[in-house]
């Protein structure tokens, strides 16, 4: 993955990362699968990745609205459980000591679909407000730069009226949408896959790894 550069453009204007929320920041793997296995019997050898998780209860007797309900579980009231991504922290103290203007951008309904009815957004807020991400002794990013959007339309137009130079993205899908902006740069992140090249794409399985571009922010 090659460093992150300063937009010739606007040398003097600081780099503006967006970062996806749910599989980028809140890392929830072993989160859906724990309660998973105990609330819908999952077998414990199932693969702890959402997708495998996901593929299995769509498959059994629970269906769609398995899936539905442990979405509700996780993303709601059981969102403490989730950790931050591994070596994170490093790398948003870095981009707060380059000065950079960060943005979470997410894709995310108000209220949960299965009932009883969870107010997710308030579920993510409460999350960030434990880990620090609005703390002036934390991360010190504003709430106003917290944006969760309907669709995944309305995410891209977020990702551009905010002016991004980078996002960050667990979903391919999301990078690779025709209707995302050829000016922003993309960044893959796999935490369990398989890292292979990907034309227009820079991935990465380790924020850890990133800590270190930041200085060529300054």
């Known amino acids: 993955m090659s460093v992150l550069r300063r937009p010739s453009h606007s040398r003097r204007a600081p780099i503006r990362v967006g970062l996806d929320l749910d599989g980028t920041i809140i890392a929830y793997d072993d989160v859906f699968h724990r309660h998973a296995v105990a609330a819908f019997d999952l077998p414990p050898e199932v693969s702890a990745r959402k997708n495998a998780i996901r593929a299995w209860l769509r498959a059994s007797e629970h269906g769609e609205q398995g899936w539905i309900e442990l979405q509700r579980m996780v993303y709601g009231p059981k969102i403490g459980d989730a950790s931050i991504a591994p070596g994170l922290p490093a790398f948003l103290s870095a981009l707060r000591s380059a000065g950079t203007q960060l943005s979470i951008i997410s894709h995310k309904s108000r ?108």
């Open 111 to 218: 209220y949960s679909a299965a009932l009883p009815r969870v107010d997710l957004h308030e579920a993510a807020y409460g999350w960030l407000e434990r880990q620090g991400f609005f703390d002036a002794n934390g991360f010190a990013i504003a709430r106003s730069r917290v944006f969760f959007e309907s669709s995944r339309a309305e995410k891209i137009r977020r990702i551009e009226s905010e002016g991004c130079d980078v996002f960050v993205d667990d979903l391919e899908e999301v990078l690779r949408d025709p209707s995302f902006p050829s000016s922003v740069e993309r960044w893959l992140y796999e935490p369990r896959g398989e890292l292979k090249p990907r034309d227009g794409l820079r991935c990465f399985s380790e924020w850890g790894t990133l800590a270190d571009r930041i200085e060529t922010l300054r």
